[in-house]
């Protein structure tokens, strides 16, 4: 297993440009989280999954983002109308049903809309 | 509100020394788990160690230990005998309730070990 996929590692984006991240969890690994993290802050969670059900989105996550995991496999977030506000790091992690079980994390998409 | 709290933001150890990283959190809850993290400087956050409220022993792997002390709600993080490659962010984490919920962060603090 070679852990948490992120892809791409960087984008570049223009204002109003939409953007796709997507993310390959550990195969056995049930629940997939998405975090943002901006520069000098922890991690601020977004959304996560439970195989394919969405099961909470926070307040951060505004009408232009979306996110999707089709078949409980690999999961795909969206931004919609960039903004510059938006730059940030993508974290992804994923866990197995496990409650002391920490996260998994990927290396991250780092966002950057000029 | 803030649940969780690391209320330094810079710490410098002496390489071999120890060094205690700083947590505290806030919970109405009974059952929750700490975490902490480490982050260096490639971006991937590596999971160090976890401690269940229920634990009566403080947790430990290798040369990371928390010291938890439940009545104060400090989930601290000790390192021992530090080496270089430990320079890096530490993030506290939180998770509540016996359901498999999110995890919320703390600030980090930036650990840097000195020759």
């Known amino acids: 297993d070679t852990g948490v996929s992120q892809d791409p590692r960087h984008k570049i984006t223009k204002r109003g440009q939409n953007v796709t991240f997507r993310c390959d969890p550990i195969?056995?690994?049930?629940?997939l989280y998405w975090y943002r993290q901006t520069l000098g802050q922890g991690p601020e969670f977004l959304t996560y999954?439970?195989?394919?059900?969405?099961?909470?989105k926070s307040r951060l996550l505004s009408d232009r983002f979306s996110a999707e995991r089709p078949k409980g496999s690999f999961s795909t977030l969206e931004i919609q109308r960039t903004e510059q506000g938006d730059s940030a790091m993508y974290l992804c992690?994923?866990?197995?049903?496990?409650?002391?079980?920490?996260?998994?994390f990927g290396s991250g998409t780092r966002l950057t809309v000029v | 509100a803030q649940k969780i709290t690391q209320t330094q933001p810079g710490m410098f150890v002496q390489e071999k020394e120890a060094v205690t990283l700083d947590c505290t959190y806030d919970?109405?809850?009974?059952?929750?788990?700490l975490f902490w993290y480490k982050q260096p400087s490639s971006g991937e956050m590596i999971f160090l160690i976890y401690?269940?409220?229920?634990?009566?022993q403080n947790a430990t792997e290798g040369r990371y230990s928390l010291n938890f002390q439940k009545a104060r709600k400090s989930a601290n993080l000790v390192i021992s005998a530090s080496q270089l490659g430990d320079s890096a962010m530490y993030f506290c984490?939180?998770?509540?309730?016996?359901?498999?919920?999110?995890?919320?962060f703390g600030a980090g603090t930036r650990l840097t070990v000195k020759p």
């Open positions: 992690a994923s866990t197995p049903g496990v409650w002391n079980y920490g996260y998994t």
């Open positions: 195969s056995e690994h049930n629940r």
């Open positions: 999954f439970q195989n394919e059900a969405q099961l909470e």
């Open positions: 919970t109405s809850d009974q059952s929750y788990g």
């Open positions: 401690q269940g409220s229920y634990d009566e």
């Open positions: 984490a939180m998770r509540e309730g016996l359901v498999n919920n999110d995890m919320r």
